[in-house]
Each structure stands twice: as C-alpha cells, then as structure tokens.
C-alpha cells in the first residue's frame, strides 16, 4: 500500500512531532516565527548553479519561504556546497511545462494577491529604499547576462533596482538577491503588515520539516496509514 501524500491534519503532525526531539521542535517554531510568504522570490531561467544557489541560501536565512524556478531554456540545478542544506527548509515550485513558462509562473502568483516586481539596474526603475510594502511582493530575477525576458517585464507591475555608486552596471543575481532581500524582510518585519505565516501555513511548513527530518519517512508513513486511512 502506497502512502497517500500527506497533508497538514492536526493527528498526523502530532504523530510526527513525537518522533521529533523537543530541541528541534523548538529550534523549528523559533524560525517558523520568522517565516514569511509576503515576500517571494522568482527566478527566471538562472544556468548558474553557483550563483542560483546562493539565491536559496539567502532566501532561507532572511526567512522568505518560497522560491519560483521559471524554466524555458535551462533546467535549475542546486549546487550543493553552496545551499550547504539550506533548500531543504525552502518550498520551491517549478514552472517547465508550458512554451513560456515566464507567463504561467507571472498569472499564477497575480492571481494569489502577489505585485509582481522585475529587479533591473535600468534607470528609471524605482530605487529600493522607495519600493512600497503595502501588498505581497513577487521579486523577479534573471540571468546575469541577458536579465530578465521581454516577457518578464512586459508583465512586472513595477521595477526596482539597487542604487550604486561605482562605475560596474550591476551587482551578480546572488549579491542582488542578498541587498534586497535582507532590506525589505527587515522593512516588513518593522511593519504594521501581517507577513507571518497564518496557522494552516505553520502547520504545512512544519509537517515538511519533520518529515524531512525523519529518516525512513517513507515506511513510516505506510505504517501510520495502514492504522489511520485518510
């Protein structure tokens, strides 16, 4: 009997969270009190596996808890002695089934609530200190070459660049991503905005990270179906 795929009922995490050390369940509530979904990040045909990589590390460690891979050309590999684990924390969704995924990824975060903003060095961007908070925010990042897609920006509510002070165009995508994300989490976080996580979110994210912490989850999870059918 295969396992069905589990999901966030009340019995099933409390069976889990036994298997879980009480240290550990602390250290978990301690970071799901800093997770946020106001805040996303979307990735958009990124080959560099080093610097991508580097993107989910800082997403983790700044608490944004979802990350959206477009892939149209180029298949996204996590680069392990760069995530250093990191991506196991992380809900990540792919976008590779459609001739533009850019345009799938964009109306499906739209239509959960989510302003969608392109990230460019172009100079008339808004600059990042001036970026409203006012709205869930959907971060758009491209390749280090070409930047985002036509598509990406043609669909972007809004663009937002970091201001500089040398003669170089750019910061690379992981310094970018590491500039912006760590000063709008420390914005919203001294918000009036409600960017937690709400309880239903809690108990999904907390479910996946006992899951991931227990070994043979697969068997325990046969075990715990065939006394407890769905």
Same mark, same amino acid.
């Given at each position: @009997?295969?396992?069905?795929k589990?999901?966030?009922d009340?019995?099933?995490l409390? /069976?889990?969270?036994? @298997?879980?050390? &009480? !240290? ?9 009190d ?7 990040? #979307?990735? !958009? ?12 590390? %800082?997403?983790?460690?700044? &608490? ?11 298949? /996204?590999? #996590?680069h ?11 809900s ?8 533009n995924n850019?345009i %799938? ?7 959960? &609530? ?5 990230t460019?060095p172009?100079?008339d961007a ?6 409203t ?5 959907a971060?758009?990042?491209g390749t ?5 897609s036509? +598509? ?6 809004? %663009?937002?660049?970091?201001p500089m002070? &040398? /003669? +170089?165009?750019? /910061? ?10 760590? %000063? ?8 009036a ?7 239903? !979110?809690?108990?999904? #994210? ?7 912490s227990?070994?043979?989850i ?13």
């Amino acid at each position: @009997m295969a396992a069905p795929k589990p999901i966030a009922d009340e019995n099933y995490l409390n /069976f889990l969270k036994e @298997m879980i050390t &009480g !240290e550990r369940l602390k250290r978990f509530a301690e970071v799901l009190d800093l997770r946020t979904r106001y805040i996303t990040i #979307v990735l !958009e045909d990124i080959y560099q596996s080093q610097n991508a990589s580097a993107v989910l590390r %800082t997403c983790e460690l700044t &608490g944004v808890q979802d990350v959206h891979i477009i892939e149209n050309r180029y298949r /996204f590999e #996590v680069h392990p002695d760069i995530v250093l684990g990191s991506s196991k924390w992380l809900s990540i969704y792919r976008y590779n089934k459609d001739e533009n995924n850019s345009i %799938t990824a964009i109306h499906s975060l739209r239509e959960q &609530g989510y302003r969608i903003i392109a990230t460019s060095p172009k100079p008339d961007a808004t600059l990042l200190q001036e970026l409203t908070l006012d709205k869930p925010i959907a971060l758009l990042f491209g390749t280090e070459k070409q930047g985002l897609s036509e +598509t990406a920006f043609s669909l972007a509510d809004e %663009t937002v660049s970091i201001p500089m002070a &040398g /003669f +170089t165009e750019s /910061f690379n995508i992981s310094v970018s991503a590491a500039i912006i994300l760590f %000063t709008l989490t420390t914005r919203l976080r001294a918000s009036a905005n409600e960017w937690k996580l709400n309880e239903a !979110e809690r108990n999904a #994210v907390l479910m996946d990270w006992c899951r991931r912490s227990l070994r043979n989850i697969k068997i325990i999870e046969r075990n715990y179906y065939k006394k407890h059918p769905p």
